[in-house]
């Protein structure tokens, strides 16, 4: 039967060519999560899931820190975040190509406490990297900063 | 009357109360960056090691402030900071996917800088001198960077955790004329986070 040889040849291809297409729909991961200790959550839409070392992060993601909650996480640029207990982080904004270096993030620190160290989307252009806290807003030149909104 | 006053006093204090604080923190070797923090009217520019500024009543003003104080604000999230990316070149002879013996001896850090990591992600780079086409640089500078990762993997490493590309030419590590050798563009950026 060579004609169902081919046939689920091309079930194969076709299925393949799904797999692909489901697979960039989902925008790629911006970060991992590299350690955590106490109580972390990312709320990713609807859902709210304990955060854990190893872990992916996508744009639009909210990190949520518990009382004796902290996280560190690194970004695909290199740049290096931290948050402290009773902190919500929002990723608002992260483009970032590879190829050249040239991306933008945009970080809604709306309380809390974080520590961030600018990889290369700062070094791309002076306006690339900003921090927005509920009532100002930080532009980053590099490289190593701290920011606290208090509850 | 006396109620009045108490509300306003309240008030006053409620007010004045800090709503963001910004500090720039030095670097390992002692230096600093830069940020500016705005408030939409006035902008702050923050270009020293403990350079801080406030924000109350809607407004940034520059302070100042320390270790210490530092410390106290930020202990946990500093705490939580990640091991710093690392970044490793290595070099091959004149069109190969060989390494150089100085470069073998190198590449054998890229395990001591992961052994420190509890999870890690791998990027590899591949890149060429100016002799040659660009598309037989294009694809020997992808062969380099395969050829790394396909030795990092038999050396252990997770191969779902290794990106690689080749930037041909591009982004020499010594600007060149066309179709110079230069020994030092002949490498594989490593990045391990």
Do not use: W
């Given at each position: 039967m060579p004609g169902l040889g081919n046939t689920i040849k091309y079930l194969g291809a076709i299925c393949?060519?799904?797999?692909?297409?489901?697979?960039?729909?989902?925008?790629?991961?911006?970060?991992?999560?590299?350690?955590?200790?106490?109580?972390?959550?990312?709320?990713?839409?609807?859902?709210?899931?304990?955060?854990?070392?190893?872990d992916p992060l996508f744009e639009k993601?909210?990190?949520d820190t518990g009382a004796d909650g902290s996280i560190g996480v690194t970004f695909v640029d290199n740049t290096v975040m931290s948050a402290g207990p009773n902190s919500e982080v929002a990723l608002d904004q992260y483009r970032f190509d590879s190829n050249n270096f040239n991306g933008s993030m945009l970080t809604d620190l709306n309380k809390g406490t974080i520590s961030m160290i600018s990889g290369d989307i700062a070094k791309s252009s002076p306006d690339a990297m900003?921090?927005?806290?509920?009532?100002?807003?930080?532009?980053?030149?590099?490289?190593?900063?701290?920011v606290q909104v208090p509850e | 009357m006396r109620r009045y006053l108490l509300l306003i006093l309240i008030f006053a204090a409620g007010c004045a109360q800090r709503q963001a604080y910004f500090v720039v923190l030095p670097n390992a070797d002692?230096?600093?960056g830069?940020?500016?923090?705005?408030?939409?009217?006035?902008?702050?520019?923050?270009?020293?090691?403990?350079?801080?500024?406030?924000?109350?009543?809607?407004?940034?003003?520059?302070?100042?402030s320390d270790s210490q104080q530092v410390q106290q604000i930020f202990g946990s999230a500093l705490a939580a900071q990640p091991i710093l990316p690392s970044h490793f070149r290595l070099y091959f002879f004149r069109d190969t996917e060989t390494l150089t013996p100085e470069s073998v001896v190198e590449y054998k850090k890229v395990f001591e800088d992961i052994k420190r990591r509890s999870v890690y992600q791998v990027e590899v780079i591949g890149y060429t001198d100016t002799l040659g086409t660009q598309q037989h640089n294009q694809e020997l500078s992808l062969k380099r960077a395969d050829a790394i990762r396909d030795r990092l993997v038999h050396d252990g490493l997770s191969a779902t955790s290794i990106s690689v590309a080749g930037r041909g030419e591009l982004d020499s590590a010594v600007p060149t004329a066309a179709q110079v050798s230069e020994p030092r563009n002949r490498r594989v950026e490593i990045t391990v986070r």
């Amino acid at each position: 039967m060579p004609g169902l040889g081919n046939t689920i040849k091309y079930l194969g291809a076709i299925c393949a060519i799904l797999a692909t297409s489901v697979a960039s729909a989902q925008s790629p991961a911006v970060a991992q999560i590299k350690t955590v200790s106490g109580q972390v959550f990312i709320q990713r839409g609807a859902n709210r899931v304990a955060a854990k070392v190893g872990d992916p992060l996508f744009e639009k993601d909210t990190i949520d820190t518990g009382a004796d909650g902290s996280i560190g996480v690194t970004f695909v640029d290199n740049t290096v975040m931290s948050a402290g207990p009773n902190s919500e982080v929002a990723l608002d904004q992260y483009r970032f190509d590879s190829n050249n270096f040239n991306g933008s993030m945009l970080t809604d620190l709306n309380k809390g406490t974080i520590s961030m160290i600018s990889g290369d989307i700062a070094k791309s252009s002076p306006d690339a990297m900003k921090v927005k806290t509920p009532s100002a807003i930080l532009g980053v030149r590099g490289t190593h900063f701290a920011v606290q909104v208090p509850e | 009357m006396r109620r009045y006053l108490l509300l306003i006093l309240i008030f006053a204090a409620g007010c004045a109360q800090r709503q963001a604080y910004f500090v720039v923190l030095p670097n390992a070797d002692g230096s600093s960056g830069a940020i500016t923090v705005s408030d939409g009217q006035n902008s702050v520019l923050l270009d020293k090691p403990y350079a801080a500024s406030e924000e109350k009543r809607g407004a940034v003003t520059a302070t100042t402030s320390d270790s210490q104080q530092v410390q106290q604000i930020f202990g946990s999230a500093l705490a939580a900071q990640p091991i710093l990316p690392s970044h490793f070149r290595l070099y091959f002879f004149r069109d190969t996917e060989t390494l150089t013996p100085e470069s073998v001896v190198e590449y054998k850090k890229v395990f001591e800088d992961i052994k420190r990591r509890s999870v890690y992600q791998v990027e590899v780079i591949g890149y060429t001198d100016t002799l040659g086409t660009q598309q037989h640089n294009q694809e020997l500078s992808l062969k380099r960077a395969d050829a790394i990762r396909d030795r990092l993997v038999h050396d252990g490493l997770s191969a779902t955790s290794i990106s690689v590309a080749g930037r041909g030419e591009l982004d020499s590590a010594v600007p060149t004329a066309a179709q110079v050798s230069e020994p030092r563009n002949r490498r594989v950026e490593i990045t391990v986070r």
